[in-house]
Nanobody
């Protein structure tokens, strides 16, 4: 099972990026998926999550109204549209997928599979 995150890069404050996370090896169409991020010297933190059918989404307060999570189950892919980016959004972004259904979607331990991360850098 592999989660391949892509779409990171360098962008100016106020700009936008769209991250993608493509899953291979198994389907996650019945599982919630999420995005987390980790800035240098900080712990990994929850960013956004989406239910198996896209009907329910969750966001960290720090990104609410700026980021949008979505998924395409036919492509086994989850997306994170990031608008109005701020320098404090700079981090490595990780996608994750649930399998066992334990814990809540905002918790790191609730996820069983993780991607390798993609760097997002927002300059001021």
């Amino acid at each position: 099972v592999q989660l391949q995150a892509s779409g990171g890069g360098l962008v100016q404050a106020g700009g936008s990026l769209r991250l993608s996370c493509a899953a291979s090896g198994r389907t996650f169409s019945s599982n919630a998926m999420g995005w987390f991020r980790q800035a240098p010297g900080k712990e990994r933190e929850f960013v956004a999550a989406i239910s198996w059918n896209g009907g329910t989404t969750y966001y960290a307060d720090s990104v609410k109204g700026r980021f949008t999570i979505s998924r395409d189950n036919a492509k086994n892919t989850v997306y994170l549209q990031m608008d109005s980016l701020k320098p404090e959004d700079t981090a490595v972004y990780y996608c994750a997928a649930r399998a066992r259904g334990l814990g809540f979607v905002t918790e790191i331990n609730a996820y069983d599979y993780w991607g390798q991360g993609t760097q997002v850098t927002v300059s001021s």
